[in-house]
């Protein structure tokens, strides 16, 4: 059974800081993983989707990484900002069919 | 233009009633989904549609009962409405069931309240 575990869950850092957010999945057989960002009271964003034959995927201020072998993925944020206070979600297809698995999100602060 | 869009966004009434939410994607998307979110936040899967048919019942109770009137929406009807039933549920579509590139697209949810 696919468990997806986000460490930290919370994270409250000074604006300029360079961030690793970290998500540990228990079954490796996975085609992609997604990270999505959900602002309080508001629906989830999709910031990057990570395919399983990929090391890594970036956008912008953010980059994230995806060991398959290690059931590890991380997304890095550069230069954070403010408005990148959110909850970040991390989630897998299991098997690659029908449906998400997500782990718990990490809460992050940026205080300016 | 809202990909994924769902209504209504808050929906507050007593215990026992029916309710409905509706959920609509522009995408062309194939694949459908329901997610609830309890008040820990954490997301769970409770319906998946491909093509207008069921194909994943996540031992949700049959008091919830999906309807796809076409590919393009799923909603969501709800008999008999329980407290525990408050949730934020959320819609969301994919262009397949699997594979590769199965990006997932969210609506901005429904705040339910059983009072």
């Known amino acids: 059974k696919q468990e997806v575990t986000q460490i930290p869950a919370a994270l409250s850092v000074p604006e300029g800081e360079n961030l690793v957010l970290n998500c540990s999945f228990t079954d490796s057989a996975i085609y992609n993983l997604q990270w999505f960002r959900q602002d309080p009271g508001k629906g989830l964003t999709s910031l990057l989707l990570?395919?399983?034959?990929?090391r890594e995927q970036t956008s912008g201020r953010l980059n994230a990484s995806l060991d398959k072998s290690s059931g590890r993925s991380t997304l890095y944020i550069a230069a954070s900002q403010p408005g990148d206070s959110a909850t970040y979600l991390c989630a897998v297809p299991p098997g690659g069919y029908n449906k998400l698995i997500f782990g718990a999100g990490t809460r992050l602060a940026v205080h300016p | 233009d809202t990909a994924v869009s769902q209504t209504p966004k808050y929906l507050v009434t007593q215990m026992g009633n029916d309710k409905s939410i509706k959920c609509e994607q522009n995408?062309?998307?194939?694949?459908m989904y329901w997610y609830k979110q309890d008040s820990k936040k954490f997301l769970k899967i409770m319906f998946s549609y491909n093509n207008k048919e069921l194909i994943i019942n996540e031992t949700v109770p049959n008091r919830f009962s999906p309807k796809s009137p076409d590919k393009a929406h799923l909603n969501l009807h709800i008999n008999s409405l329980e407290l525990g039933d408050s949730a934020v549920y959320f819609c969301a579509s994919s262009p397949r069931t699997g594979g590769l590139n199965t990006e997932a697209f969210f609506g901005q949810g429904t705040r339910l309240t059983v009072v």
């Open positions: 995408l062309g998307h194939d694949t």
């Open positions: 990570i395919q399983s034959s990929q």
